[in-house]
C-alpha cells in the first residue's frame, strides 16, 4: 500500500484539557443504569456544554504535532506533519517548519507524543437518544438465565421513581439457558401493578407484564399490528408477554415521559458515552420509539446540552409530530429566512444552520423488516427459526404505498430517507419505491440510507450505485451474530452479508454503524475490527472474500460517513476550512495486529476545537 505525505495540517482552536445480525455483543460496560468502569470512566471532561460559552471566540492558534495525523482524503492514506486549529475549525496546512514561521510565538503547540490524530468518527446509526434512556434501566446484558434477569429486574424496583415504568435491556433468549423470554407471570412477580418491561438486545422484541399491556390497552383480543405480533398463550385468550417488531413500539410508545431532569440525564450520559468512543457526529435514527424523545431533544437544545452533533432521524409514524417541533425550532431560532439570530451564531462556528445548538432533523427512518430472526427475504431461511412455521422468509413491515408516497414527497428534497432492512425482499421493497420517484421526478442527490443492508444481491448493488443509495452495515454483528446467521440465512448469504469489498471494488461509498444501544456500547474502532476481520466470536471466518482494509475501515466511519449524512463540505477527513473535529488514538489502526484494532484507545476528542473527552 502506497503512502503519499503532504508537508502539515494547521488547525485553529484552544486545546481545553479538562439490527442486523439480530443481537449483537454480549458485554455491557454500564450495570443497573450505572457506568462501571465503561471505558470513559476516569476520563477529564470539559464539561457538557464545554469550557467555554459556545461561539465564544479564540484568539489562540493550537497546532498539533509529533504522531501520525492521517487526513483520511482520498483512496489511499495521507500523513501530514502538523495541524492547526483557530476558532474551532481547520486554519492552515505545511510543514511544522512553516507554522511556526506563520504562527510563531502565539501558536500553543500540542506534541502528540507518537499517538495518531484523525478526523473526529462518525456515528451513522445510532440511537442516541434511545441509549440514553437506557442508562436509567436495569442492563440484562449477559443474563445467564430467566431467575437471573428477574433478580436484576428485582433491583431495579429500588431505582424506578414513582410514576415510571420498570424497564430493562439488553437480554438474549438465545443466549440464556432457558433458551427463552420470561413469560408474562414471570414479570408480575417484579410487578403486578405497576407496568414492566424488558427488551432484548436488538431492541425488536420484547416481553411485558398484565399491567404493562393494561396501560397500553393491548388484550388477546388486540388484532396483531402489521409488522409484528404479541405471542398469545395455546389456548389464544390470553397473552403470554413476549411481542416483536411493531407490536413492541405500540406498548414501548406509551411509557410515561422522562422529566426534565431525567431528560437532561438522557442526553449528557449519551453525548459522554459517545464522545469517549471517539465520536463528534452522534445520530438518533428514529426519534419517536418513545412518547417524550421530541420533548428530550427540545430541551437539550434549548438548554445548549448537547458537546457533540446530534443527527436525527424521525421514526416513521413520529414524522409529523418532529417536523411540527423542528419548525418551531426553527422558527424560535432563525429571525426571518436567511438570517440566523445571535443564539445560534453563537452555537456553531460554521454558521450551518441545519444544526441548531448541535442537533439538526435530517431525515425519516422506516423498519422494512426486521432482525436475525424476521429479516425479510425472497427466498425462505435455510434453517427456520425458532418459533417459526417451515417455510419462513420473515416480515414485511410496512405497505409499499406507505413507502412510496414518502420518497414521492421528499426525493426532491434534501430529506434524507433512511430505511432498516436486512433482507433482499425489504432491498427489493425500498428499490422500487426509488425508481418510481426517479421516473416522475428525476434522479436527485438524494442518499437514501440501506441501513444495515445485510445481504444485498449482485444485481440489487448494481441498482444502488444507480440511485445513489448508501448501505450502513453493522458490522458488529458479525462477532456475535455471525455464527447464527451462517445457519439461519445459509453459506451464501452470511458470506455475501455487509458486501464492504464489493461495494469498494465498486467505487461505492458504505459506512459502518454500532446501533447501539443494539450494541451495547457505541464503539466505532469495534466496528472497523469486525469489517476489517470479519471473525465471529468462535473465531470463524464469516465471508472472507468481503474484508477490507484497515484504511477502508476508517473511511466507513469518517469521510465516507460524512458523505452520507450530506455533511463532507463541513466534516470527515482533515482539510483547511473544516471543522475542528478530531480524535486522537494511543495507536495507528493501520500499524497494529488487524485483530486488536478494536483495543486501541481513544485518548482524545475535540469537536470543533474543544476538548469533549480526554482520557
Given amino acids: 500500500m502506497k503512502f503519499r505525505i503532504r508537508k502539515s495540517l494547521v488547525i485553529a482552536g484552544s486545546l481545553v484539557a479538562t439490527c442486523c445480525f439480530g443481537s449483537h455483543w454480549t458485554g455491557g460496560d454500564w450495570v443497573g443504569g450505572d457506568w462501571a468502569g465503561g471505558d470513559w470512566a476516569g476520563g477529564d471532561w470539559a464539561g457538557v456544554l464545554g469550557s467555554r460559552a459556545m461561539g465564544q471566540e479564540e484568539s489562540i492558534t493550537t497546532l498539533y504535532h509529533g504522531g501520525d495525523i492521517v487526513t483520511m482524503r482520498g483512496m489511499e492514506p495521507e500523513y501530514v506533519e502538523s495541524l492547526a486549529v483557530r476558532n474551532g475549525k481547520i486554519l492552515f496546512t505545511g510543514t511544522v517548519a512553516d507554522a511556526k514561521s506563520k504562527f510563531g510565538a502565539n501558536a500553543k503547540l500540542v506534541d502528540l507524543g507518537g499517538k495518531t490524530m484523525l478526523p473526529g468518527f462518525i456515528d451513522t446509526h445510532g440511537h442516541f437518544v434511545y441509549f440514553g434512556k437506557n442508562l436509567v434501566d436495569a442492563n440484562l446484558f449477559n443474563c445467564v438465565d430467566v431467575p437471573d434477569l428477574l433478580e436484576r429486574m428485582k433491583k431495579q424496583v429500588e431505582r424506578t421513581p414513582k410514576g415510571a415504568w420498570i424497564v430493562g435491556f439488553g437480554y438474549q433468549p438465545r443466549g440464556m439457558k432457558e433458551g427463552r423470554p420470561p413469560t408474562i407471570e414471570e414479570l408480575d412477580q417484579i410487578s403486578k401493578d405497576v407496568p414492566v418491561m424488558i427488551v432484548d438486545s436488538s431492541g425488536h422484541m420484547g416481553v411485558g407484564n398484565s399491567a404493562a399491556f393494561r396501560a397500553a390497552g393491548i388484550t388477546a383480543d388486540t388484532p396483531d ?29 406509551t ?144 405497505p409499499d404505498e406507505v413507502l412510496d408516497a414518502v420518497f414521492d414527497k421528499y426525493w426532491t428534497t434534501d430529506f434524507q430517507i433512511h430505511m432498516h432492512m436486512n433482507g433482499d425482499a425489504a432491498a427489493d421493497q425500498a428499490l422500487s419505491a426509488i425508481s418510481k420517484a426517479v421516473k416522475k421526478h ?40 455471525g455464527d447464527s446467521v451462517v445457519k439461519l440465512w445459509g453459506p451464501e448469504r452470511s458470506a455475501g452479508a455487509m458486501a464492504s469489498r464489493t461495494f469498494l471494488r465498486s467505487g461505492l461509498n458504505f459506512t459502518y454503524s454500532h ?61 483547511v476550512g473544516k471543522l475542528a473535529d478530531l480524535v486522537i488514538l494511543d495507536k495507528n489502526p493501520m500499524k497494529v495486529e488487524s485483530t486488536t484494532i478494536k483495543d486501541i484507545l481513544v485518548v482524545e476528542t475535540i469537536k470543533e476545537g474543544q476538548t469533549v473527552f480526554k482520557r
Avoid at 452 to 469: F, M, N, P, S
Fill in 255 to 398: 411509557r410515561p415521559a422522562f422529566s426534565n431532569e431525567l431528560a437532561a440525564q438522557a442526553i449528557t450520559g449519551a453525548a459522554q458515552v459517545w464522545a469517549s468512543y471517539g465520536q463528534t457526529t452522534a445520530m438518533e435514527a428514529g426519534l419517536g420509539l418513545g412518547n417524550d424523545d421530541i420533548q428530550i431533544v427540545t430541551h437539550a437544545i434549548d438548554a445548549k446540552l448537547l458537546p457533540i452533533d446530534l443527527y436525527i432521524a424521525a421514526k416513521d409514524s413520529a414524522l409529523d409530530d418532529t417536523l411540527a417541533a423542528s419548525y418551531s425550532i426553527s422558527s424560535q431560532y432563525n429571525v426571518k429566512a436567511g438570517g440566523v439570530v445571535e443564539k445560534l451564531r453563537a452555537a456553531r462556528p460554521d454558521l450551518d444552520n441545519r444544526y441548531i445548538n448541535r442537533a439538526r432533523l435530517g431525515g425519516v427512518k422506516f423498519w422494512l423488516d426486521g432482525s436475525l430472526d424476521t429479516a425479510w427475504f425472497t427466498k425462505p431461511y435455510t434453517q427456520t427459526p425458532q418459533g417459526k412455521t417451515a417455510p419462513f422468509s420473515g416480515y414485511q413491515q410496512i
Fill in 442 to 481: 428525476g434522479m436527485r442527490d438524494a442518499r437514501p440510507v440501506f441501513v444495515h443492508g445485510a445481504w444485498l444481491r449482485i444485481d440489487q448493488i448494481e441498482r444502488v450505485k444507480t440511485y445513489g443509495a448508501i448501505p450502513s452495515f453493522l458490522t458488529s454483528g458479525i462477532v456475535v451474530g
Fill in 515 to 575: 446501533d447501539a444501544p443494539v450494541s451495547p456500547v457505541p464503539s466505532i474502532l469495534a466496528l472497523v475490527d469486525a469489517g476489517v476481520n470479519r471473525l465471529s466470536g468462535s473465531g470463524q471466518l464469516i465471508g472472507p472474500d468481503e474484508r477490507i482494509p484497515p484504511y477502508h475501515g476508517l473511511r466507513a466511519v469518517t469521510s465516507m460517513a460524512a458523505y452520507q449524512l450530506k455533511e463532507e463540505a463541513t466534516k470527515g477527513t482533515l482539510e
Fill in 225 to 253: 399490528p402489521t409488522g409484528g405480533a404479541f405471542t398469545r398463550k395455546e389456548d389464544g385468550k390470553r397473552l403470554a408477554g413476549p411481542m416483536e417488531e411493531t407490536a413492541l413500539n405500540a406498548v414501548r410508545a
